[in-house]
Nanobody, 131 residues
Framework: QVQLVESGGGLVQAGGSLRLSCAAS????????MGWFRQAPGKEREFVAR????????YYADSVTGRFTTSRDNAKNAAYLQMNSLKPEDTAVYYC????????????????????????WGKGTLVTVSS
């Protein structure tokens, strides 16, 4: 099990940028694939981005492709979500999540909310994008 703490959320104007961080406890961070998810008020939690253990493979939801970038630094036990060209519809609580397994895209597409097959979750950080 790994403990996750998100940070970096806040209020930003449309078109602006934010960088979210996810700090992980423990010495086995490199064994975990990481994911970013978000939940807007009154809506289901949705997938945003995933990154594999080495950081060599990343996948994004269509709604954020080209605007968001996920990365990780295994030496620092941290994952990141760089969000550019933010839109009001990006407003949500953003969660990072971890799991020892890495699902290929077809398999991941079958995963359901709220946990999408991820075992460990942070408590989230709020991102608000004003128009």
């Amino acid at each position: 099990q790994v403990q996750l703490v998100e940070s970096g959320g806040g209020l930003v104007q449309a078109g602006g940028s934010l960088r979210l961080s996810c700090a992980a406890s423990g010495r086995t961070f490199s064994l975990y694939a990481m994911g970013w998810f978000r939940q807007a008020p009154g809506k289901e939690r949705e997938f945003v981005a995933r990154i594999n253990r080495s950081g060599g493979s990343t996948y994004y939801a269509d709604s954020v492709t080209g605007r968001f970038t996920t990365s990780r630094d295994n030496a620092k036990n941290a994952a990141y979500l760089q969000m550019n060209s933010l839109k009001p519809e990006d407003t949500a609580v953003y969660y990072c999540a971890a799991d020892r397994s890495w699902a290929d895209p077809d398999t991941f597409a079958t995963m359901k909310p709220p946990y999408y097959g991820m075992s460990d979750w942070g408590k989230g950080t709020l991102v608000t994008v004003s128009s």
